[in-house]
């Protein structure tokens, strides 16, 4: 059952994690828990786990050299036994090999299994070397981060007194010493040995694609949006994935040394750039906060370069250890940011916070503070403190993304509201002024009307009146006065038809008018009016004035001219864009110098200059007359 | 056979005027003659149809109701009836109006008696006056291209599918800018009387909508008898 579990979670882990943060964190949580049960309870009837042995200094792996042995247990933690340089460790394989033939016997074949040893280190088997992981005495190289699994071969063994020699190097920067060395049979060790290995690789590898994948989406958005806070993200990420692939795979194209330094200098930015983030998320703009965490950046490079020059990792170290100091302190920003102004976002924040802050200092507790040589088995965790800080602020972002999405779907839900009063208004205002603007065509329109009136067939009536009462009336001046005043009373209503500003329509309107009377009068007609276009700017007003200047000339023409043919010529100059309507005929004249102001010459005038046209008028005594007038127009 | 006239009018002096200007005529009848709404109708339901007028002169402004009742009846009982407003000024609107109840054309009075003859003359040869307002509203109403002036009056709710030979349209554009028949006749080359039938076509086909109800109607009724 215990295996199952085991299996599932390493198939988790090796599957599920690179795509999913939150997951890892999980898993490590549980392998942590996993991994604080004796591993005894669930080996018991498998591998048995070499926990006594004695301790040699130097390489003792040879089984001729003997030097002073002491007793010792493992894991040895050289963190807390204060070992350094090479070390020879002598376990006693001698009662494990009993059950040996019955293994043989079922075709099943014994392993050696170390979780942890470095950073380098040589096996000896009854005094023959069998493996060597990187060289005796190897300080620049550390393999103690992967296990190392050992296929035992039948001919190592002797049937009795089989002894197991380790011969260990390690590197005063690093966790060195031997973990518990199990023996077994191989398919379970195996099983053992790959579940920690694909962890010991895998977490690392998931954190490194995850942090570069949000970091290369944040500098998209910078490239955008040049966000500051953006900006921190983005490069927060890059340079932990940098520590990450120098604390994985740097000691394999650098110095160890080189390798430390980096990653140390990496995760320093790293977490500085972080907690710059953190403050600009909390709404915090404490200068002197962001001066320290400033300050400490620059200092960085400063203690690599110090290390460049050739003077050790030390400074880095205590750099390091500072900014780990300076991130805890830090870490009571968001708690009393969140006790001020709680929020999802700003506890969202703090829990990741505190997660990492746990992660850290469990970390610093197992491996170096705590004493227990048991630390030395513990695999780190710092990794994923980085996927869960960006799990916290994506958490947050995405908190904050859908507030204002919700927010602004409001803010339209009421713009659309304010608008569509708003047009409320201005229809209604509209609507109020096209009303008032009726009302006065209408009120102009009256007046003009009562003019005409007025003037035209009132005034008429009244001289009609009076000429009727004084008796010097003939029937034919009776009948011609009386067709005038219907003539005017009819034109009166035509200017009140829709002509539609059509010059030509008005022309053909009043000849129907005066069709009857020109007939009577025994006139020929000579009528040629083309389309007039352009007439469309025309007002009712303006259309009635033209309509009594040609009248005017008609009834000139037929009361005065004696004529026998009238011609009249309506033409459009589109060059000049002018409509000129020329009216001739063939009648007595006039001496336009001596008859200047009779005749509604004058009144013909004051109209032509009131509508802007060009009125010219000819005629000599026994010539006949013609009147032209030129009047422009708009675009066709 | 004379021609038999109706005149539906409220003022005597014009019925008067009528009567007179018929008198001279050898082959028109003043028929019969009525100065309301009530009584023309009235008159029309006791009618027989060898009684029936041929032609219908009404003026629209009568004292119990619109002379258009009295075009809208008579169309009504006999569709292909000719019927002519009286209108002494031409009102353009309402001439419109009672083309669409089915009136085929108008005619002026005042004018003198010697005119009044000579529009029944003209009347029974098939002829009736055409303004150049109407002709230009009916243009407008075709929606032709050839006018770019822009809507004046909102067309009345019929002839949507008034269609226009292409003479007719020529003519009514002439008619538009103010040309006589006779001008129009010499401008399109053909006679006068081509142009009086070619009006009077439009203003069939101006009512074409209201007649056609009418047969419906007509038909309606006679099916509901023979039940």
Redesign the interface.
Known sequence: MTRMWRRAVCLFQVWLVPANRLGVACVQLAWLLAAAMPLQVWAQSGPVALTQGWISQGDQGAATSVGPWMATTLPDHWGVSQRTGTWTYRLNLGDCVRPLPACTAAGRQLALWVPKVGNSMAVWVNGAKVVSLGPVNGHQIDYAQRPLLIQVAPSWLRPQGNELRLVVTGHPGLLSGLSRVWFGDYADLAFEHFTRDYFVIGGPTAVIVVTLLFSAAGLLSVVRRRHVATWFFSLAGLFWAARELVALVGMRVMSLDTALALALAFKCLSLLLAGLLLLRLLGVRSRLLQGILLTQMACVPLTMAWYGIGHGTGLLQQCHTLVQLTLLILLTVPMWVCWRRPGITHMLILVGCLACAAIGLSDAWLLHLSGWPEGFEHIPLTSHMAACFLLSVSASMFVRVDHALKLEVAHKDALEREVSAQREELERLHRRESERVRLEAVSDERARIIRDMHDGLGSQLVGLLSTVQSGAYTQAELTQDVHEAIDQLRLTIDTLEPLGGDLASLLGQLRFRLESRLRKIGFQVDWRVDPLPGGNELDTSTLASLQRLFYEVFSNIMKHAKAHRVVVRGTHDAHRSINEIVITDDGQGFDPLQDAGGRGLRNMRLRAVQLGAELDITSQPGKGTRVSLSLPCGPA | MKHKVALVEDDDRVRRSFARAMAQSDDITLWFESDSVTGAIEWMRECRDENWPDTWLVDLGLPDGSGLTVIEQAIRQHPDTQVMVVST?????KVLDSIAAGASGYILK???DD?ILAHIQDLRRGGT?M???IA??VL?RMRSMHL??????EPAPLDAGLHLTEREVDAL?L??????YD?VAQQLGMSTNTVRYHVKNIYNKLGVHSKIDAVHEARRRSLILLD
């Open positions: 000024f031409g009102d353009e609107a005042g004018e003198g005119e006056p303004s150049p307002v230009r509203q407008h770019r002036q822009p809507p004046v009056r554009q008619i538009a800018r103010g040309y006589s001008d």
